[in-house]
């Protein structure tokens, strides 16, 4: 935690509640269960714990309507949810926390576990350190970002950045949305990752 006086302009929008992340309905949890922590990188460590623990990830349950409150109450949803509810919590007492859209590295490295979200777009969120900047935190899958997190924008949560937006015109019931995503490094050889379509085609 931090004074607000300390902190650069550009970070103070991200404590500040916003659509998706309402911390004023949070806000008595947060601090009756993280407020008694330690203060610093415990508090955050908790807040993700306590996410990746009680919410189970579902793709059959996933709402882009949901608030961080919506998920806490439901405990269930996909990395947009997971995002969410433990931005609202940080900014609840006091942190700075951003919402970030992106991709994950399709395929993990050798011996490494496959990431929860590497077959669509994924979310995850930044947390702001005075000493470090900021630092981003993949609570769907209980990690610290790394370079298999490819960032595509950041925002105050869902609504600002979301990787899709437009009109539905027709009956609702005749809609459908199927997602697809590979993400592969470039040096990867072509012949390789042609394979990988066919295969999974």
Same mark, same amino acid.
């Given at each position: ?15 500040l509640?916003?659509?998706?992340c309402?911390?004023d ?17 415990s508090? =955050?460590? *908790?807040?993700?714990?306590? @996410? ?6 579902? &793709?059959?349950?996933?709402d #882009? !309507? +949901? ?71 993949d609570?769907?899958?209980? =990690?610290? *970002?790394?370079?298999?997190? @490819? ?6 949560? &869902?609504?600002?950045?979301? #990787? !899709? +937006? ?26 390789q ?9």
């Amino acid at each position: 935690q931090h004074e607000i006086k300390d902190l650069p302009d550009e970070v103070l929008v991200f404590l500040l509640g916003s659509r998706y992340c309402d911390t004023d309905r949070l806000g008595d949890f947060a601090w009756a269960t993280f407020g008694q922590t330690p203060p610093g990188w415990s508090r =955050v460590q *908790a807040i993700c714990d306590f @996410v990746q623990g009680h919410v189970v990830f579902s &793709y059959a349950n996933a709402d #882009p !309507l +949901r608030t961080a409150y919506g998920g806490f109450v439901d405990r269930t949803g996909v990395c947009r949810d997971f995002a969410h509810l433990a931005i609202a919590s940080m900014r609840s007492i006091g942190l700075a926390a951003r919402y970030i859209s992106g991709y994950l590295l399709t395929d993990p490295p050798p011996g490494q576990a496959r990431l929860i979200g590497a077959d669509a777009s994924h979310a995850w969120l930044s947390v702001y350190c005075p000493v470090h900047g900021w630092v981003d935190l993949d609570p769907t899958n209980d =990690v610290i *970002a790394g370079i298999r997190h @490819v960032t595509v924008a950041w925002g105050r949560d &869902y609504r600002d950045v979301a #990787p !899709l +937006r437009g009109v539905v015109v027709g009956p609702a019931a005749r809609q459908a949305l199927a997602v697809a995503v590979d993400v592969v490094r470039l040096d990867e050889p072509r012949h390789q990752l042609h394979q990988r379509r066919l295969t999974r085609a």
